[in-house]
């Protein structure tokens, strides 16, 4: 799932992580990066593909703005796009927010290295 380059001056969120805590934070990022306009309203979220019930997990989350698997019945901000390629989803941004299990963090770190945009910064909600 492509999207376009960052242009201008804002900045681009990417969420790396989709499960209950991942969408928690989707749900405060997404309102929060609509609301200050030093921020793009886009927010990217990683998302691994999972199917349910015959769809993929990512079409579900875009489409009725629901993680039907994680957070039933919470519903995300229409600016956060579940996105199922890490690099896709973390393409050009300027603060990554790291949400999921710490053993998947090196081999994901390994694919994003460089795809950020310059001056980077990372914040970890990762659980011990």
């Known amino acids: 799932m492509a999207h376009p380059p960052h242009y201008?001056?804002?900045?681009r969120v990417a969420i790396v992580g989709s499960g209950n805590w991942?969408?928690?934070?989707?749900?405060?990022?997404?309102?929060?990066?609509?609301?200050?306009?030093?921020?793009?309203?886009e927010v990217r979220m990683w998302t691994f593909e999972e199917m349910i019930n015959g769809r993929k997990l990512t079409e579900i989350i875009n489409s009725e703005h629901e993680n039907v698997k994680y957070m039933k019945g919470i519903r995300?901000?229409?600016?956060?796009v579940a996105d199922p390629d890490v690099v896709s989803a973390t393409k050009g941004a300027h603060v990554l927010i790291f949400v999921l299990p710490h053993q998947f963090l090196g081999g994901l770190c390994k694919?994003?290295?460089g795809n950020h945009a310059p001056g980077c910064i990372a914040i970890s909600l990762i659980k011990a």
Not at 8 to 11: L, P, R, T, V, W
Not at 22 to 37: D, Q, T
Not at 76 to 80: A, E, F, G, M, S
Request: proline letters at 6%.
């Open 8 to 11: 201008g001056g804002n900045k």
């Open 22 to 41: 991942g969408c928690a934070i989707a749900k405060i990022v997404g309102v929060n990066c609509k609301r200050h306009p030093e921020f793009d309203d």
């Open 76 to 80: 995300l901000p229409d600016n956060v």
């Open 111 to 113: 694919k994003i290295a």
